[in-house]
């Protein structure tokens, strides 16, 4: 409580001990009553300015093995296969090439037909965080009763198991790369400027952040026996290479020689864990030529992730992700109830990120807006109605919600204004010829985040039409005739009116 206490006063000027109106455990409805009661207190006074400064993040220290070139790459890999296939690993139709660069790509030996099984990966060839007391290493517990994590585990675990040449998993940990250039966990700042004004770079250097408090975080003797460089590679090649999986109704992190050789692309491959042959199946999802590549789907990621982990990004990317950016508002009711209900900045902008569907992401950037544009009385009233959910406000009148459609607008526009000017994208910067491949990814990151806030505002100008008098049946109506594939504008306005008209027909 103290700590709010402190906020307070650095962003009003006033000081408060809120320990009384706020007691431990405080429903979200609380939480709103309170904020009306420290308004009242704070009165008409303005808040401090404060400053907006991009994220950033320091540059991990350079991995502690230097590169190996496509040769040595070329021989691992060789290497790799018969003790894999000792384990049981199976490529029914893959080989594998590695290019001049070092680069491994994964093709199909022979035709392929569309639901023809391509490789298995039972279990025993994987890398599992709970299943490591056969290894050189043995068991990681790296942070002690403090905090549980899979892929920080076998990011100790790598650190530690590189180190043995008598390793059991030797011939897999040779093939892992010994530096990860691409990714942006080794960028310094000019590379960090690529990335300005957008969502992608305060993911990723929140990320960057959580691998340096974490690596203090370890027990005291792995803290002492592991670099920070150690760790750091660990993480990047985990997070590069690492899978969820459920096995038996246990959810695992994993590590799973051969499955991480294959690129993304979705629509290629699907792969599953089948707990009756107590492995990893892949299948083929369409016929294959001889000789043509295939690929693994990563999953539904946006370009900030997959920048993030694997250092590349998507051209008209689905998944993509964006910022919504929200002006500091005028009341002080509305600021203290979305620090308090959602803990976004007090006085200052708040940057929403949001993807392509009306998710918790959207639903509370929409609660946000209805927030900001209804009168506080309102905002009680439905309150106590019941319009207050998971902490999110729902509906709060047809009015009010077209003025929160247009306060979304507004958000977008502010989103699409803080990634305007990049030199690169202005035409004023490097030839694409003369762009390094990092720069390639990060205007890919760019465009896609524009791309969707221009979504969002299509969407808002859709959508506010449709809640003149409306009805639960008619925006029923409204959204069955929109497909269900659709992407865009379009999911999102048919995803929003499903939405309002469950709670105008509740």
């Given at each position: 409580m103290a700590d709010l206490d402190q906020r307070i006063a650095a962003a009003y000027g006033v000081q408060l001990t809120v320990a009384g109106w706020l007691p431990p455990g405080a429903r979200p409805e609380r939480l709103i009553v309170v904020a009306d009661d420290i308004a009242q207190v704070i009165g008409d006074r303005p808040p401090r300015p404060t400053p907006v400064r991009e994220a950033t993040?320091?540059?991990?220290?350079?991995?502690?093995?230097?590169?190996?070139?496509?040769?040595?790459?070329?021989?691992?890999?060789?290497?790799?296969?018969?003790?894999?296939?000792?384990?049981?690993?199976?490529?029914?139709?893959?080989?594998?090439?590695?290019?001049?660069?070092?680069?491994?790509?994964?093709?199909?030996?022979?035709?392929?037909?569309?639901?023809?099984?391509?490789?298995?990966?039972?279990?025993?060839?994987?890398?599992?965080?709970?299943?490591?007391?056969?290894?050189?290493?043995?068991?990681?517990?790296?942070?002690?009763?403090?905090?549980?994590?899979?892929?920080?585990?076998?990011?100790?675990?790598?650190?530690?198991?590189?180190?043995?040449?008598?390793?059991?998993?030797?011939?897999?940990?040779?093939?892992?790369?010994?530096?990860?250039?691409?990714?942006?966990?080794?960028?310094?700042?000019?590379?960090?400027?690529?990335?300005?004004?957008?969502?992608?770079?305060?993911?990723?250097?929140?990320?960057?952040?959580?691998?340096?408090?974490?690596?203090?975080?370890?027990?005291?003797?792995l803290r002492d026996r592991i670099s920070a460089a150690e760790y750091a590679w660990g993480c990047a090649v985990v997070a590069s290479r690492g899978y969820r999986l459920t096995i038996a109704g246990i959810d695992h992190y994993a590590l799973v020689p051969i499955s991480d050789l294959l690129d993304h692309r979705p629509g290629d491959t699907r792969w599953v864990f089948d707990d009756v042959e107590d492995a990893m199946v892949y299948t083929a999802l369409r016929p294959f030529a001889a000789g043509e590549p295939v690929h693994a789907s990563y999953g539904a990621i946006g370009n900030a992730r997959l920048l993030l982990n694997y250092g590349f990004a998507l051209a008209d990317n689905p998944n993509d992700e964006a910022a919504l950016v929200f002006a500091p508002t005028p009341s002080v009711r509305a600021d203290l109830v979305a620090h308090l209900l959602w803990d976004l900045p007090l006085a200052a902008p708040a940057a929403l990120p949001v993807g392509t569907c009306i998710d918790a992401r959207f639903r509370r950037a929409l609660s946000l807006a209805r927030l900001r544009v209804a009168?506080?009385?309102?905002?009680?009233?439905?309150?106590?109605?019941?319009?207050?959910?998971?902490?999110?406000?729902?509906?709060?009148?047809?009015?009010?919600?077209?003025?929160?459609?247009?306060?979304?607008?507004?958000?977008?526009?502010?989103?699409?204004?803080?990634?305007?000017?990049?030199?690169?994208?202005?035409?004023?910067?490097?030839?694409?010829?003369?762009?390094?491949?990092?720069?390639?990814?990060?205007?890919?990151?760019?465009?896609?985040?524009?791309?969707?806030?221009?979504?969002?505002?299509?969407?808002?100008?859709?959508?506010?039409?449709?809640?003149?008098?409306?009805?639960?049946?008619?925006l029923t109506a409204a959204a069955a005739a929109i497909p269900d594939d659709a992407t865009g504008r379009d999911r999102l306005l048919r995803e929003y009116l499903h939405g309002v008209a469950d709670v105008l027909g509740a």
């Open positions: 993040w320091s540059p991990s220290p350079p991995p502690p093995r230097p590169a190996v070139g496509a040769a040595a790459r070329e021989a691992a890999l060789r290497a790799m296969l018969p003790w894999a296939a000792v384990r049981g690993a199976r490529l029914d139709a893959l080989e594998l090439h590695v290019d001049a660069a070092g680069a491994c790509t994964t093709r199909a030996s022979r035709a392929i037909a569309s639901g023809e099984r391509v490789a298995t990966i039972p279990r025993r060839a994987m890398i599992i965080d709970d299943g490591l007391a056969a290894s050189a290493t043995g068991s990681i517990d790296p942070f002690g009763p403090m905090i549980a994590s899979g892929p920080s585990t076998l990011a100790v675990w790598l650190a530690l198991e590189q180190r043995c040449a008598e390793s059991p998993w030797r011939p897999y940990l040779d093939v892992l790369p010994h530096a990860l250039p691409d990714l942006p966990c080794y960028r310094d700042e000019v590379d960090q400027d690529e990335l300005i004004g957008t969502a992608a770079r305060t993911s990723i250097a929140a990320a960057g952040k959580q691998v340096t408090d974490l690596h203090g975080l370890l027990i005291a003797d009168p506080f009385a309102d905002v009680l009233a439905a309150v106590g109605e019941g319009a207050l959910h998971r902490r999110e406000l729902t509906w709060l009148g047809a009015d009010n919600e077209r003025a929160a459609l247009a306060e979304l607008a507004t958000a977008a526009r502010a989103g699409l204004e803080r990634l305007a000017g990049h030199a690169s994208d202005a035409g004023t910067g490097l030839a694409e010829s003369a762009r390094t491949s990092w720069q390639r990814a990060c205007a890919l990151v760019r465009h896609g985040e524009r791309a969707l806030l221009a979504e969002i505002v299509a969407f808002t100008a859709a959508a506010a039409p449709l809640l003149v008098a409306p009805t639960a049946a008619a």
